[in-house]
């Protein structure tokens, strides 16, 4: 089974500095990989998606992710926090599901503060 | 418009009450789901749906029964409430194409249990 390991559960950055949330995975063939985030009493929206193509990935919002196979990690990073970017992020796996569909398997987020 | 829309988005019942939540997807799409996050924000899929049929039934007490009256609606029917059932529970859609298998969620229903 495929899974995915976000490393830190709380990241603390002050406005205008980088950010960069950690997340491995584990998968026994190329995975699928996603960003989504989560802003506080909201659902959740996709930022990117790895599926094979670039190994480095531009979402919304400024965000990119690269994905290194050597290191299993797929790390989230953006140049520059704003305070709107305060929110949960969740590193997600996709499985193909016979019958249709997929099966996403959630890390179990890291939460993102931004300070002025 | 809403892509993927939930009712109701607040639910506060009692102990032993059987509730629902509904779903619908103005997307097109084939694939329904269900998740369930806890109070510490785990994200975990109980049940899919592609095209009105049961793909994915995870370990889900069946307490919890998913019907699909069509390929844009899944709703949630739970029986007898434990204050366990107390999350937020997502509804998801996607269609799967060649290379795309992002979900699309809705805004979530918090369900809380007294």
């Known amino acids: 089974a495929q899974s995915v390991t976000q490393l830190d559960s709380h990241v603390s950055v002050s406005e205008g500095t980088p950010v960069l949330l950690r997340c491995n995975y584990s998968?026994?063939?190329?995975?699928?990989l996603f960003w989504y985030v989560q802003h506080p009493n909201k659902g959740l929206q996709l930022l990117l998606k790895?599926?094979?193509?670039?190994?480095l990935v531009k979402g919304i919002n400024g965000f990119e992710a690269e994905f290194k196979k050597s290191e299993t990690s797929f790390h989230l990073t953006k140049p520059s926090a704003h305070m709107s970017d305060a929110a949960e992020y969740f590193c997600v796996v996709s499985d193909w599901v016979t019958g249709g569909g997929n099966k996403l398997t959630f890390g179990t987020g890291t939460q993102l503060k931004v300070e002025l | 418009d809403t892509a993927v829309s939930q009712t109701p988005k607040y639910l506060v019942t009692q102990m032993g009450n059987d509730k629902s939540i509904k779903c619908e997807q103005n997307l097109g799409h084939d694939t329904m789901y269900w998740y369930k996050q806890d109070s510490k924000k785990f994200l975990k899929i109980m049940f899919s749906y592609n095209n009105k049929e049961l793909i994915i039934n995870e370990t889900v007490p069946n307490r919890f029964s998913p019907k699909s009256p069509d390929k844009a609606h899944l709703n949630l029917h739970i029986n007898s409430l434990e204050l366990g059932d107390s999350a937020v529970y997502f509804c998801?859609?996607?269609?799967?194409?060649?290379?795309?298998?992002?979900?699309?969620f809705g805004p979530g229903t918090r369900l809380t249990v007294l």
């Open positions: 790895y599926t094979s193509a670039a190994t």
């Open positions: 998801a859609s996607s269609q799967v194409m060649a290379g795309v298998n992002e979900q699309f």
């Open positions: 998968s026994s063939y190329s995975p699928s």
